[in-house]
């Protein structure tokens, strides 16, 4: 379940996706698997030999990728989040959720 962000912010994300961007979106998150987990950053893109491509700079496996018909991407976590999202710049994300 997702928490903390807006449908403006989601529409833009898959809108990115769709374009063939590689997009990214962080919010809260629970889930009873990840219990001490509460923030993901979801990395997608509609074109998987992209997505494909970008996640290898970040050991990121092709078989991790959430296979959704419209919208394919990682879901990052924990200390490889962080480590993304400060190798491309996006502080905003660190900062907001307190990263």
């Known amino acids: 379940m997702a ?4 449908k403006a912010e989601l529409e833009n994300w898959k809108r990115q996706v769709l ?3 590689i997009a990214f979106l962080t919010h809260y998150w629970q ?3 990840f219990p001490n987990t509460y923030t993901v950053t979801k990395v997608g893109c509609v074109w998987i030999p992209k997505l494909i491509n970008w996640g290898k700079q970040y050991d990121l496996k ?9 919208y394919p991407h ?3 976590l924990g200390e ?3 480590m993304v999202l400060q190798q491309e710049g996006r502080y905003d ?6 990263l």
């Open 93 to 98: 994300h660190i900062k907001r959720f307190h």
């Open 31 to 33: 889930d009873e698997r």
């Open 3 to 6: 928490f903390g962000i807006n």
């Open 62 to 70: 092709a078989k991790w990728i959430h296979q959704h018909p419209l």
């Open 19 to 21: 374009k063939g961007e």
């Open 74 to 76: 990682f879901d990052l």
């Open 80 to 82: 490889r989040q962080l």
